[in-house]
């Protein structure tokens, strides 16, 4: 079964810092994506990041980037210049390939993100 | 706005009460999903659709729980005899016809609390 670990209930950083979020996963399809989720008190849910099981480069999306080490299972989210803004609760998600039927994503339980002026 | 749509965003009930929310996908979106969300946990996933087809069901769905999407557009999500239990944030999110998503949308989410 498929399964989202992430071992951080909280983390505190200093703005202008970078952070690591921590997130491993298990799966046996060979088809997966990673995905990292943002949600502020307001409640959306925000997506930051996509990571396919097959690309061979870590995805960037601005001061975002995942790093995919697929043998050890993990997809940590690393957040550049941190902002005031960032404080949030964060998400790693997977989804398994079409190839198994199976299209729905399962959800860590987050890591609630303090940003300290 | 062409982005999901979730109605209502608030729900207060009593216990035993049958509570009906609706979910407007994005247009062009064939896959439609369901999550429940408890405080400080992540979404669970509940069940999903393609097109007006129902395609997996979370065990997480009891017999109270019932999903449709008649037409394969806006979807309902029903539950029955309400429970404290059930107080969460119901979310549904939307993807589009392509083989393998990067991003699901969501939409606000309804937040039900049961009395």
């Known amino acids: 079964a498929q399964k989202i670990t992430q071992t951080q209930p909280g983390m505190f950083v200093q703005e202008k810092e970078a952070v690591t979020l921590d997130c491993t996963y298990d799966?046996?399809?060979?088809?997966?994506?990673l995905f990292w989720y943002k949600q502020p008190s307001s409640g959306e849910m925000i997506f930051l990041i996509y990571?396919?099981?097959?690309?061979?480069q870590n995805a960037t999306e601005g001061r975002y980037s995942l790093n995919f080490q697929k043998a050890r299972k993990s997809a940590n989210l690393v957040i550049s210049a941190s902002q005031l803004g960032d404080s949030a609760m964060y998400f790693c998600?997977?989804?398994?390939?079409?190839?198994?039927?199976?299209?729905?994503?399962?959800f860590g339980a987050g890591t609630r993100l303090f940003v300290k002026a | 706005d062409t982005g999901v749509s979730q109605d209502p965003r608030h729900k207060i009930t009593k216990r035993g009460q049958n509570v009906t929310f609706r979910c407007d996908p994005i247009?062009?979106?064939?896959?439609l999903y369901w999550y429940r969300q408890t405080l400080g946990q992540g979404p669970e996933f509940l069940t999903y659709?393609?097109?007006?087809?129902?395609?997996?069901k979370s065990r997480l769905l009891s017999d109270r729980f019932s999903a449709e999407r008649p037409k394969g557009s806006f979807s309902t999500l029903e539950i029955q005899r309400t429970e404290q239990g059930d107080s969460a944030m119901y979310l549904c999110?939307?993807?589009?016809?392509?083989?393998?998503?990067?991003?699901?949308?969501f939409g606000p989410g309804t937040r039900l609390t049961v009395l």
């Open positions: 799966t046996s399809d060979p088809s997966y994506g």
């Open positions: 247009s062009e979106h064939n896959r």
């Open positions: 990571q396919g099981s097959y690309d061979q």
């Open positions: 659709f393609q097109n007006e087809a129902q395609l997996e």
């Open positions: 999110a939307s993807t589009p016809p392509t083989e393998l998503y990067n991003e699901q949308f």
């Open positions: 998600a997977m989804r398994e390939g079409g190839n198994t039927g199976g299209f729905k994503t399962i």
